[in-house]
C-alpha cells in the first residue's frame, strides 16, 4: 500500500488544517457513512503524530500516514488523496495494488 497526495489536496491541509512543516496528517477508519471499500464506515483525517505507522508519505515535510490498527480498511489498495473543486474538500481514491503496473 502506498499514499499519494496531490498538490491541490497539500495545499488544502496547509490552509484548512493549517497543517505546517513538520507536520502530520493521518487517515484513519471511523464508524458511519460508507466508502467504495466498506460499508458503514469511511475514512477520517486528523493531525496526529504517528504511533505505529504502517504507510508513510512524505511530502513538503509533513508526513501523511495510516496506523497499523487501521491498514484493514484498505483492503489490498493504494490510497490517492486528490481535491474535489466542487466540494472544495479532499476526494480519496482507492487504487486496487494488482491493478498498479511496476
Same mark, same amino acid.
Given at each position: ?8 489536496? %497539500? %495545499?488544502?491541509? &496547509? ?20 466508502? *467504495? ?5 469511511? @475514512?477520517?483525517?486528523? &493531525?496526529?503524530? *504517528?504511533?505505529? *505507522? ?14 497499523? &490498527? ?8 493504494? @490510497? &490517492? ?5 466542487? @466540494? %472544495?474538500? *479532499?476526494?480519496?481514491?482507492?487504487? %486496487? ?6
Amino acid at each position: 500500500m502506498n499514499i499519494t497526495v496531490t498538490d491541490e489536496a %497539500k %495545499k488544502w491541509f &496547509k490552509e484548512e488544517m493549517q497543517v505546517q512543516a513538520g507536520g502530520s496528517v493521518r487517515f484513519y477508519v471511523r464508524y458511519g457513512g460508507s466508502s *467504495p471499500l466498506h460499508d458503514g464506515f469511511s @475514512l477520517g483525517v486528523t &493531525k496526529d503524530d *504517528p504511533i505505529e *505507522p504502517v504507510v508513510t508519505a512524505t511530502y513538503d515535510d509533513v508526513t501523511y500516514f495510516v496506523e497499523e &490498527k487501521d491498514v484493514w480498511y484498505f483492503d489490498g489498495h493504494h @490510497l &490517492k488523496v486528490a481535491f474535489d473543486e466542487k @466540494l %472544495k474538500e *479532499p476526494a480519496y481514491e482507492y487504487i %486496487k495494488e494488482s491493478d498498479v503496473k511496476d
